[in-house]
């Protein structure tokens, strides 16, 4: 069996025990036991013997009243708080650097925050909402609109083409009949392209914001502050998404009016 002694440790071992040069058939002068030792040793530089370790002389403190820890031999547990007996080193002056913690703050506290009593009864609905968003200016779609229902004429089809825009953008189309294009242009949701042709002036999102910023954010039924939009004339009887049939509403009377076309509020219900 082909043998080598090792540079570091002496020893004649077999061929393998070498790891191969790169790119070369050579084997390299350490065992890989040593280059495993140098590595977890922390030893740098040239590759040679190791020497043995020999302990220096004692440091002293910086400042009085300032602690010390052992001083460990080089490459030898360093960072685990263990060294020889007697060694030390200075630990620096001063209190030790606190890390800021960051606060944060969830919707709940930022929702309170928003909130203020107003009233002194048990109605849940008795705190007025002053976290209201930013006001947006709503401007309607611009176009070659007329606003002239006579103008608008089916030719016996009975229904007129509606467009609209979403808010990404992209556009949309589809068939109503003329009655409700009428009735649409007429309550300021549509203006007239041409008489076959109706186009909406507002996005659904946009129209929301539009009737409770003309609203002020104040419910029609309560005077309580009110963010859903309510149907002055329910939808299932016919009514239209228009800005003369909608209003600002709370969510509570708008869950007890429903469909009724004669609600009033009570306020001891």
């Known amino acids: 069996m082909e043998t080598k002694t090792c540079a570091v440790c002496g020893s004649a071992k077999p061929i393998g025990a070498f790891p191969k040069r790169a790119g070369k058939a050579a084997r390299r002068g350490t065992c890989r036991a040593c280059q495993r030792r140098r590595r977890k040793k922390g030893a740098s530089g040239p590759l040679g013997p190791l020497a043995p370790y020999e302990p220096g002389p004692e440091v002293e403190p910086a400042s009085p009243g300032a602690g010390a820890v052992p001083v460990l031999p080089p490459g030898d547990g360093a960072g685990t708080g263990a060294g020889l007996e007697g060694e030390t080193?200075?630990?620096p002056a001063g209190p030790a650097k606190r890390k800021r913690k960051r606060r944060r703050r969830g919707r709940k506290g930022r929702a309170a925050d928003g909130m203020t009593a107003a009233g002194s009864g048990g109605d849940d609905r008795s705190a007025i909402h002053t976290g209201r968003p930013p006001f947006k200016r709503i401007v309607p779609f611009r176009g070659?609109?007329?606003?002239?229902v006579g103008l608008l004429?089916?030719?016996g089809t009975g229904m007129i083409r509606l467009r609209g825009r979403r808010e990404t953008g992209k556009r949309w189309q589809t068939e109503i009949e003329t009655e409700v294009a009428i009735r649409m242009v007429r309550e300021g949701a549509?203006?007239?392209v041409h008489p076959r042709l109706i186009h909406k002036l507002y996005t659904k999102s946009d129209f929301r914001l539009l009737?409770?910023?003309r609203d002020g954010y104040t419910c029609r039924y309560c005077g309580r502050y009110g963010d859903t939009i309510d149907h002055v004339l329910p939808k299932s009887k016919g009514g239209l998404s228009t800005p003369q049939n909608c209003v600002c509403a709370c969510s509570a009377c708008n869950?007890?009016?429903a469909d009724h076309l004669d609600f009033?509020?009570?306020d001891e219900e």
């Open 89 to 91: 080193v200075p630990l």
């Open 144 to 148: 070659p609109f007329s606003f002239d």
């Open 153 to 155: 004429n089916d030719k």
């Open 190 to 192: 549509a203006g007239i």
């Open 211 to 213: 009737i409770l910023q």
């Open 255 to 257: 869950l007890k009016k």
């Open 264 to 266: 009033a509020y009570d």
